[in-house]
């Protein structure tokens, strides 16, 4: 157990999984279905790639799926409605989506509430305020819309790396730069560690956390504008329950729950992982779509029966060290 | 002051109130009841009735937060019950039925429990997993469809009536007589915030900490499950997708607009019913009122927030200054005359 981390299990997990596939259908192992993978699940490894920061930082935030929702009823209505520029939309969207999750952040810090609960209040007013703007669903034909969407780099073997699909490997090169190259990065593990050990070290924990939160919040716009490239539409209801699968897939990953330790690349294997049942399912044809929740399930209590060993072996090993010296 | 209210209930039971008051305003046959086929009917009632299933989750919730946990499967427990009551309900009796319904409530809060008190695991986390996984395995029950079912005595769950009210009023009712005997009756209440409020320094002085959580974990389920079935019951059928939907959100509202504390160590019962209505009474005004019922969630974001940051301690700290400052001027002005 010991030096073997938990994101080098999840590698393993995505391999061992994906060999079981292909040796059923031998078709699974080709770049047009890895290709499809990567597509279908650009939206949850944008969001993933922030939830991993806050959840390292040892918070939670439910509020991503809403946050998407209300943003592709806003870059619809703006854009279809307003007509207004994509480019001007997808910019007000960004800053608006940051300064809701600044404003989260903020209450966290100054009222010292659970960021848990702060967050839900997020959920019920981002998606009320996506249902204000408008319940319909909005097709989007905005020319943007197709040119990015018939935009694709051709891989070897007839699959296609569509832009989506680059902007999330993007966006998770770019965090894993900034979780572990940075100071900024550096912080975030500090305040996952101990939040009262970080503040006598002179790190400001109240502007980190507000950061935090606010560079979920954006990446949950960035994702929500990818998924309305997805849909080409705009709809208040959609992208509900994503918060789940984020948490599920960065928790598969390997990045502890109570903070303090994980990686972006993990949460990255967690999406695949996730993609690869539900791609299995899509291939048998007979099992229903449900399944996905289960096995993710069993996933998730896998994943979180071994980082709960993790930690009794490590307390077990400083406790037996602190036996040896005294 | 603002922040010693919640404890007497005043608060809530004013917000009640208040709610009632622009209910009526916006409804004017809002209070009417009438007697029809031995059961009332009104708008009351109605709060009353559709309340029913959050009531019972939140009787369950507030133990749990009592212990400074959280369940978030409640919902999907809700789903799972009610796909078990409606797919055995035609061919099995009454008492088979809800057996095996309200045990599958008790296994899903043991399993809970057992992931919180034995293994450790965070509620929020461990509650997660039965969130994820247990509306995949309430579809596996119902094979995917909405399962409908005919049988009158699962039926009277629903759209019975004694004594001219509502069933699914009774049950609640009941269930809320029993829990407060139960839980405030005997020292089990005290236990249960002494578990919250501190649980090594609990386990030290010899309260039973894990055998607390397992059991607030197993309570919850079952009051989940019954949930579900008053649900099923009332649509005479089970939609695994819906049924319970975001519920769990409702119930953990309820607890905190009744003032129990998200850190554990007190609780109250009574209150969080209180909130329950509150909640309920809400979204009946709203849709009375011809509003699109979306404001709902707007309504319910701004009343969590308000909660929120009333009992949050930092700003209680600055109610606290603020009275001590104008104490100590008040002092010093009396010592100048």
Redo the contacts between chains.
């Keep these: 157990m010991k030096g073997l981390p938990p994101v080098v299990i999840t590698a393993i997990v995505l391999v061992a999984g994906f060999a079981i596939c292909a040796t059923q259908y031998p078709n699974i192992a080709s770049t047009r279905v890895v290709g499809n993978l990567l597509t279908d699940n650009a939206f949850l490894g944008i969001v993933a790639t922030g939830m991993t920061f806050v959840i390292i930082s040892g918070g939670?935030d439910l509020s991503v799926g809403s946050v998407i929702g209300f943003t592709t009823v806003f870059v619809a209505i703006a854009i279809e409605r307003l007509g207004i520029p994509p480019w001007l939309a997808f910019v007000a969207i960004l800053v608006i989506c940051a300064a809701f999750g600044a404003a989260m952040g903020g209450?966290i810090h100054?009222?010292?509430?659970?960021p848990?609960?702060?967050t839900?209040?997020?959920m019920?007013?981002a998606?009320?305020?996506s249902?204000?703007l408008s319940?319909e669903s909005i097709p989007i034909n905005a020319p943007i819309y197709s040119t990015v969407s018939d935009f694709a780099l051709r891989l070897p073997g007839g699959g296609r790396l569509t832009a989506i699909a680059i902007i999330m490997l993007i966006v998770i090169a770019a965090g894993a730069l900034l979780l572990h190259l940075t100071r900024f990065g550096a912080n975030v593990y500090a305040l996952g560690g101990s939040r009262a050990t970080t503040a006598l070290m002179g790190i400001p924990v109240g502007s980190m956390t507000v950061r935090i939160y606010m560079l979920s919040s954006a990446l949950s716009g960035l994702a929500g504008i990818v998924f309305s490239f997805y849909t080409a539409a705009g709809y208040?209801l959609s992208a509900v329950g994503v918060e789940?699968d984020t948490?599920?897939a960065v928790?598969i990953g390997g990045t502890l729950?109570?903070g303090g330790q994980g990686t972006v690349i993990g949460t990255f294997l967690g999406i695949l992982i996730q993609g690869l049942i539900q791609t299995y399912i899509t291939f048998d044809g007979t099992l229903?779509s449900?399944?996905?929740?289960?096995v993710?399930?069993?996933l998730?209590?896998a994943f979180?029966?071994l980082q709960?060993a993790i930690i009794v072996l490590a307390r077990r090993s400083v406790l037996r060290r602190a036996g040896a010296t005294s | 002051m603002m922040a010693r209210l919640p404890r007497h209930g005043l608060a809530q039971i004013l917000a009640l109130v208040m709610i009632l008051a622009v209910d009526r305003m916006v409804s004017p046959q809002f209070f009417d009841l009438r007697m029809q086929d031995g059961r009332l009917f009104g708008s009351v009632i109605d709060v009353l009735n559709r309340g029913a299933p959050v009531v019972l989750l939140s009787l369950g919730m507030v133990l749990v937060i009592a212990t400074r946990g959280?369940d978030l499967s409640v919902g999907a427990v809700m789903a799972i019950a009610g796909a078990i009551a409606a797919s055995l309900a035609d061919s099995h009796s009454l008492p088979l039925v809800l057996a095996a319904a309200l045990g599958t409530g008790l296994i899903c809060g043991l399993w809970n429990g057992f992931l919180v008190a034995v293994?450790?695991?965070?509620p929020?986390?461990?509650t997660?997993?039965?969130?994820?996984?247990?509306?995949?395995?309430a579809?596996?029950i119902t094979e995917?469809r909405i399962v409908t079912f005919t049988s009158p005595d699962l039926g009277w769950f629903g759209a019975g009536a004694i004594l001219g009210f509502p069933a699914p009023v009774v049950i609640a009712a009941g269930m809320l007589g029993l829990t407060v005997a139960v839980v405030r009756g005997s020292a089990l209440g005290l236990l249960i915030e002494a578990t919250g409020g501190n649980a090594r320094a609990s386990e030290l002085a010899g309260v039973g900490t894990r055998l607390m959580i397992l059991a607030v974990y197993a309570w919850c389920g079952l009051c989940a499950a019954l949930a579900g079935i008053i649900s099923a019951a009332d649509i005479m059928g089970a939609d695994?997708n819906n049924a319970g939907l975001w519920l769990e959100?409702d119930a953990?509202l309820a607890v905190?607009i009744g003032g129990t504390s998200?850190?554990g160590g007190r609780f109250s019962l009574l209150l969080a019913v209180v909130g329950a209505l509150i909640i309920q009474a809400m979204n009946t005004g709203i849709l009375l009122s011809g509003y699109?019922p979306?404001?709902?969630?707007?309504?319910?974001?701004?009343v969590?927030?308000a909660v929120?940051?009333l009992q949050?301690?930092?700003?209680a700290g600055l109610a606290g200054l603020a009275a001590r400052l104008r104490g100590a001027r008040l002092r010093l002005k009396g010592a100048k005359a």
């Design positions: 939670i209450i100054l009222f010292d509430l659970p848990f609960i702060v839900l209040a997020g019920f007013l998606r009320g305020a249902f204000l319940t208040s789940l948490i599920a928790v729950l109570t229903s449900w399944w996905t929740k289960i993710t399930g069993v998730l209590f979180i029966a709960q | 959280i293994l450790g695991i965070q929020i986390i461990a997660l997993i039965l969130m994820v996984a247990g509306r995949g395995i579809q596996l995917g695994a959100l953990i905190v998200l850190f699109p979306e404001l709902n969630l707007l309504v319910k974001a701004v969590v927030l929120l940051l949050s301690p930092r700003l």
